[in-house]
């Protein structure tokens, strides 16, 4: 997935990557999607709850050797 906007997070934990992910969403365009790179297990429950709650949306989590790649649209303002 092509992503406009990406953060790394890589070695952070809970709750450090969906904090930056909430500053780095707001710098965004409506319609932009962000891709989140994280070593943190529990951002694959996360990041699909904090899109709920915030109302972006959850496009899809990518993981391999450990590494995860999740990705949100920024859905409003």
């Known amino acids: 997935m092509r992503a ?3 953060l790394d997070c890589y070695g952070l ?3 450090m990557p969906i904090i930056q992910t909430a500053v780095k969403i707001k710098g965004m365009k409506v319609g932009e999607i ?3 790179t994280s070593t943190d297990e529990g951002i694959r429950g996360d990041m699909p709850a904090w899109c ?5 949306e959850f496009l899809g989590l990518e993981e391999e050797a450990g ?3 999740v990705y949100v649209r920024k859905a409003k303002e």
């Open 34 to 36: 962000l891709e989140v």
């Open 4 to 6: 406009d906007v990406k």
């Open 52 to 56: 709920k709650m915030t109302g972006h």
């Open 67 to 69: 590494v995860y790649r």
């Open 13 to 15: 934990l809970c709750p």
